[in-house]
């Protein structure tokens, strides 16, 4: 049960977007630019960062949300599952896991992110813009999934909320709409 009155029909962080939007704004817009906007990592990637991010933290919510979305912009339910669970042998380049490594480091302590774990990023081909993003969409994730626990938001057990979730995110991302998520609810 959250701890303060959310709308029923919005778990999660929608809910917690809905309840105050006038904070929800600017974070939206850093969230879209830095998952939707323009990039050299691809939005799946992204979203595997979000992923990793949000399952170290233990955010349920989260974790089953961004993992769907890099499902949806992947088209397969094997990659963001190896990339939780077993990265060194997950399908992604090893760019991709130098960087994802980053982020699990951000959200575990910032402070392991050294020089070594970024020069071989480096090494792998990543970007300092790929790497400055990879720490800021960490952090960033690492605010939402404090944010959605931290308010004991509702989190849905059904795996197909969390498809159709995605499919909002992999289609209209993360900017408000009118009805935004009218789909989110299967009855309506």
């Known amino acids: 049960m959250p701890h303060i009155p959310l709308d029923e029909n919005l778990p999660g962080i929608t809910g917690l977007l809905n309840y105050r939007q006038d904070t929800a704004l600017p974070i939206r817009q850093l969230t879209q630019l830095l998952l939707r906007g323009e990039s050299t990592l691809t939005e799946g990637e992204r979203e595997l960062i979000a992923t990793v991010t949000s399952q170290g933290n233990q955010c349920r919510f989260c974790t089953a949300a961004h993992t769907a979305a890099a499902d949806a912009f992947y088209g397969e339910r094997v990659t963001a599952e ?39 990023a480096r090494k792998e081909g990543a970007t300092d813009m790929e790497i400055h993003d990879t720490v800021l969409i960490a952090a960033l994730f690492c605010l939402y999934n404090k944010y959605v626990d931290g308010l004991a938001s509702v989190t849905p057990s059904d795996p197909a909320f969390y498809d159709r979730l995605a499919g909002i995110l992999k289609n209209s991302g993360y900017l408000p709409s009118p009805n935004r998520y009218a789909a989110l609810n299967p009855t309506a």
């Open 82 to 120: 190896m990339v939780k669970n077993d990265p060194a042998h997950a399908p992604v380049s090893e760019k991709m896991k130098s960087l994802l490594e980053i982020a699990r480091r951000v959200q575990a302590d910032a402070r392991t992110v050294n020089s070594d774990l970024v020069e071989k």
